[in-house]
């Protein structure tokens, strides 16, 4: 049983931000309920048995219900699910929900105890509220971006989504907080979570640094703004990355590169001058390091203490033997694409662990067991069955299941 099991969560979500917190929930063993359209039309590839590779991942463990908000009799169905659940979880443009008549508002009419959290671009207030926001704008308007990339290359961003899943993970902490605390109150609660916010959160270091009267932080690549030496280094038969975050890390690997002489030396004997002496300091690095086959020298950091990795690809992370040994892939099955992988949970408990099973679920899969869970008849299921069936664009063999 998940730590969250016994708790029902109502998940409007849609793109990465909204899912990747429901994800989170489900992943505990919340029962997250999604509400899709019924013409919800798919987006774009790789696929697998129909389903996008993104939702195979990011809808695992998940239900799904097939609700058109704006039609009365589905709004009316969707209220009383509503009003069995703990949770709501939305990520529309703000104003939206109440639109479809399921906003805050609406809701604790019905159930004065929701969680309720939102997710939006830049908040359910402010000057930007009715914007859009995907991934790349919270990145650029942060300042995250400025600071990612080449010293002498544009700014890039980060190589996932890291906006929109930062804001699904600020956000699953959110909401569980509030359901702590409904333990202990009896009190629900609202969130508001914006990826503006979220991002200019994430980037902690430099802001701080700067409101304390800092530097500007600029692009530097792989090097750390800190600590030195950090970066990718060249070895005989490719690279690899070193971090030494202190003085005492420094002379471990020196030891390692047989280049004691340098331990001492007053260019980089302590923190603050190797900071000041970075470009010196690499480049001695370097020049050792480039006489080293990558195994042998990862082996010998190991060996002394001194953090190192090569940098591997997505596939090469896959066969990642620490990866393997942590159950960090995990195999669930799904109705059309079978039985799949997919990245296993890093919440690795002592009691109740995480375990992940059930695939992402086709559009409208649990239409049955909810609507007859919230006492609708048979006959009623199979008349909105089949209204949903004229507006169906995909899965429509599985409608009368
Ligand atoms: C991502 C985003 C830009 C997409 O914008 P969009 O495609 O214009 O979508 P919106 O959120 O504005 O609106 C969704 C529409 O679908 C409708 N809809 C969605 N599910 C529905 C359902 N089950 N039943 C009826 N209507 C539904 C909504 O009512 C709304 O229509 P309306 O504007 O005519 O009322 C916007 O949703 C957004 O900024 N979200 C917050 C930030 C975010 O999470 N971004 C994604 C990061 S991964």
Redesign the pocket.
Known sequence: MGLLSGYRVVD?T?????PTCTRLLADLGAEVIR???PDKKKGSGPYKGGERTVDLGLMRGKKSVT????DPE?HEILMKLIETADVVVE???PG?TA??GVSYQDVIKINPKIVYTS???FGQYGPYKS?????IIAEAMSGFMSITGERNGKPVRAGA?IA?IF?GVEAAYGTVAMLLNREKTGEGNYLDVA?LDTMFAVCNNPVTQYLCGGPVAQRIGNEHPQDVPWDDFPTKDGRLVIACARTNLYAKLCEVLDCREYIDDPRFCNDEVRLINKEACHEIVRNHTRNWLTADLIAACDKAGVPCATINSIDQACENESIKARGMIATVTHKTAGTYQLPGSPLKFMHNPVELTKGSPILGENNREIFSGLGLTKEKIDALLAKQAKVRTFFKEFEMD
């Open positions: 409007f849609s793109f990465v931000s909204g509400i899709e359209r609700l058109n908000a704006k589905d990520n529309f443009r939206v639109r479809m997710i939006s671009g914007k859009g926001a995907f991934d989504s929109d804001s990826m």
